[in-house]
């Protein structure tokens, strides 16, 4: 594919965006795509015997496409020694050693490994004293003037629509300077700092006009939490709360995105306002549930009118809008079960579940050992107490979520309880005392996993399964001790293969949940999907269905929905006390994201929406609801 610039809102398709924007499958491809639109540059200043000056952002957006051109030096022979770098931003105060700093980003993920000059690369100092900031930063202007400014830009988008660190309220005119981080931005950034109180909370950044300078400008955007913020950008009025919306002005950025970062522009949530469509059954389905929500109807009471004052007269070419009505009551309709592991000797025509075998084998995958019951906690209690052989599999040990405190307060209960038995560990205590930092200490890591897995194994005999049907992965790409995960290896692959092999399951449950803040979600579910193509001709899985649930992030939207699993007042109750078990994860978490609400508490909200949801549209009236796509392979 190509991400060349074209001029905006040229094609019926994209009028009503202001920046040209190309949308790929997945990051991977198109950071490929991006490296080679940067190697390519680099090579055509080489001939020309010039220098190529490029503009380099940090974060998780930008890796993919370090991690490509460095695969290109060491293959294909790509050489940077023409190469002049200047980083967008850098943390303030910070020494460049930390390894939170950009500098030691940049090192590790690309100029450790490429055969750049030092006296060539360039990021602003953290540990420049306030007096002398200004002259730093007009200094660090000059450099790249004196370099012959950035032939190419790169950057990413923070959910402030910050570009480098410019964040809401930053000027069109202005330069590189110091400015105070906005909490979206620091509380984005808490992970890598184990909580937000070790942000900092100002940092050195390259100015709006400094950026605009660019020859070049490609945006990569990844993820669902990254979408409205590239709506804003891409489609509505230049507006300095969104600093990004100033790139509209710019006659050379691209923004490439991937379909989750795409979802809020016009021609991917309503492509009906943008020309003639393809009218499949899911764009159909989206298409009425739209309809729904804006006009606050039920879908049997949608009218002919409705749908051709709201740009929706092609559909009814296809079908009228009483049988585009009745279509998607009944697939809703449908969705919903009291049976998820099916419905013994029941007509499953008109279930989203088989009825045979009445007894099924089932793996329910869950990242963390938590997002089980958080995510699907009500349907887990169905299938055990409708007598299927659950079996949870937990991928990762999740030690590095537990607080030092809770660590703290096991180890102390226990040397208290056995004083003369080995379990007292006084030094462990010694360490722990009045430390609030994650401490890459792999005695202290070995504990927190243990922590969690006594916390799962309570939950799970809580909903009555034994503990020989509860499995712990420990998945070796996640065992770094720190946030920063390794890429998988074939050990990932082979463990979770054996463990599909060693159940045979005529279900399956992983989570299709990828806007979790640390990204254990999307690497598990990678590994998960790797393997089950690897599987899909072993004569078992021919039988075995995969459901891909959501909860403690987002939920499926409503037309994407094939399975519906209604929770009653009791049975929300139980799924709260299930979660109540993983007590380390409740109050003041390590990984709280954006929504400061505890796990339990916005899963019942979300799941109460659901049902809200299915209500305004016409379904019966539910406390909760669980909901489930189908993954076909």
């Known amino acids: 594919m190509n991400i060349s610039y074209k001029s905006p809102g040229a094609l019926e398709q994209t009028r009503f965006e202001k920046i040209h924007s190309v949308i790929f499958n997945d990051s991977k491809e198109a950071s490929k795509i991006v490296a080679k639109e940067i190697a390519d540059l680099i090579k055509k200043k080489q001939k020309q015997n010039k220098n190529c000056v490029l503009g380099l952002a940090t974060g998780s957006s930008p890796i993919s496409v370090y991690q490509e051109l460095v695969r290109m030096h060491k293959v294909e022979n790509l050489s940077f020694k023409n190469v002049i770098t200047f980083n967008l931003d850098e943390y303030y105060s910070m020494n460049k050693n930390d390894d939170n700093s950009y500098h030691h980003f940049m090192n590790v993920h690309l100029f450790d490994h490429v055969d750049i000059e030092n006296k060539n690369v360039h990021i602003p100092d953290g540990t420049i004293t306030k007096e002398k900031i200004n002259e730093y930063c007009a200094n660090y202007e000059k450099q790249i003037v004196d370099a012959g400014g950035i032939d190419f830009q790169l950057l990413g988008i923070g959910r402030t629509g910050h570009i480098g660190f410019n964040e809401p309220g930053s000027n069109y005119n202005s330069l590189t300077r110091l400015v105070h981080l906005?909490?979206?931005?620091?509380?984005?950034?808490?992970?890598?700092?184990?909580?937000?109180?070790?942000?900092?909370?100002?940092?050195i950044t390259m100015g709006i006009r400094t950026i605009r300078k660019s020859k070049r400008i490609v945006l990569m955007a990844w993820g669902n939490?990254?979408?409205?913020?590239?709506?804003?950008?891409?489609?509505?009025?230049?507006?300095?709360?969104?600093?990004?919306?100033?790139?509209?002005?710019?006659?050379?950025?691209?923004?490439?995105?991937?379909?989750?970062?795409?979802?809020?522009?016009?021609?991917?949530?309503?492509?009906?306002?943008?020309?003639?469509?393809?009218?499949?059954?899911?764009?159909?389905?989206?298409a009425v549930a739209w309809l729904c929500e804006l006009t606050g109807k039920s879908t049997l009471n949608l009218t002919e009118s409705d749908y051709n004052e709201n740009n929706l007269s092609e559909l009814l070419l296809t079908k009228s809008y009483d049988d585009l009505n009745l279509d998607f009551y009944k697939r809703l309709h449908r969705s919903i079960t009291g049976w998820p592991g099916g419905k013994p000797n029941s007509d499953d025509k008109t279930r989203p579940e088989r009825s045979e075998p009445a007894k099924k084998r089932v793996i329910i995958f869950s990242p963390h050992p938590d997002d089980d019951v958080i995510s699907m906690g009500g349907t887990f209690d169905r299938l055990v107490s409708q007598g299927h052989e659950v079996h949870v599999v937990y991928q990762t040990s999740g030690n590095i979520a537990v607080n030092n405190s809770d660590v703290?307060?096991?180890?102390?209960?226990?040397?208290?309880?056995?004083?003369?038995?080995?379990?007292?560990?006084?030094?462990?205590?010694?360490?722990?005392?009045?430390?609030?930092?994650?401490?890459?200490?792999?005695?202290?890591?070995?504990?927190?996993?243990?922590?969690?897995?006594?916390?799962?194994?309570?939950?799970?005999?809580?909903?009555?399964?034994?503990?020989?049907?509860?499995?712990?992965?420990?998945?070796?790409?996640?065992?770094?001790?720190?946030?920063?995960?390794?890429?998988?290896?074939?050990?990932?692959?082979?463990?979770?293969?054996?463990?599909?092999?060693?159940?045979?399951?005529?279900?399956?449950?992983?989570?299709?949940?990828?806007?979790?803040?640390?990204?254990?979600?999307?690497?598990?579910?990678?590994?998960?999907?790797r393997v089950l193509d690897d599987m899909r001709n072993k004569s078992f899985m021919k039988d075995c269905w995969v459901w891909l649930y959501r909860g403690a992030w987002h939920e499926w939207p409503i037309h994407q929905i094939d399975m519906?699993?209604?929770?009653?007042?009791?049975?929300?109750?139980?799924?709260?006390?299930?979660?109540?078990?993983?007590?380390?994860?409740?109050?003041?978490?390590?990984?709280?994201?954006?929504?400061?609400?505890?796990?339990?508490?916005?899963?019942?909200?979300?799941?109460?929406?659901?049902?809200?949801?299915?209500?305004?549209?016409?379904?019966?009236?539910?406390?909760?609801?669980?909901?489930?796509?189908?993954?076909?392979?």
């Open 408 to 529: 703290l307060k096991f180890l102390e209960v226990t040397s208290s309880a056995f004083p003369n038995s080995k379990c007292e560990n006084k030094e462990l205590i010694d360490i722990l005392k009045g430390n609030n930092e994650i401490l890459n200490n792999s005695e202290i890591r070995k504990i927190a996993g243990i922590i969690r897995e006594k916390e799962s194994l309570a939950a799970t005999r809580f909903f009555g399964i034994p503990d020989s049907q509860v499995h712990f992965l420990k998945l070796p790409f996640y065992e770094t001790g720190t946030v920063k995960k390794n890429i998988p290896s074939e050990i990932d692959f082979t463990i979770t293969r054996d463990i599909i092999n060693d159940i045979k399951p005529h279900q399956i449950y992983a989570a299709g949940d990828l806007a979790d803040p640390h990204g254990t979600h999307k690497v598990c579910l990678d590994i998960f999907l």
């Open 182 to 203: 906005d909490y979206m931005t620091r509380n984005d950034a808490r992970k890598s700092f184990y909580g937000i109180e070790n942000v900092p909370t100002t940092a």
């Open 225 to 286: 939490n990254k979408s409205l913020v590239v709506q804003k950008a891409i489609e509505d009025e230049i507006d300095s709360n969104i600093p990004s919306s100033f790139l509209q002005k710019h006659n050379n950025v691209t923004f490439v995105l991937d379909e989750s970062a795409s979802e809020a522009l016009t021609r991917i949530k309503s492509p009906w306002r943008t020309g003639s469509c393809n009218w499949n059954q899911e764009l159909k389905a989206k």
């Open 564 to 633: 519906a699993v209604p929770m009653s007042p009791n049975q929300v109750l139980r799924k709260r006390k299930a979660i109540f078990y993983h007590q380390t994860q409740k109050d003041n978490v390590m990984f709280q994201g954006d929504d400061n609400r505890e796990f339990w508490v916005r899963t019942e909200d979300r799941n109460r929406a659901i049902a809200k949801k299915f209500r305004d549209i016409g379904m019966s009236d539910y406390t909760a609801i669980e909901t489930f796509k189908r993954h076909h392979f």
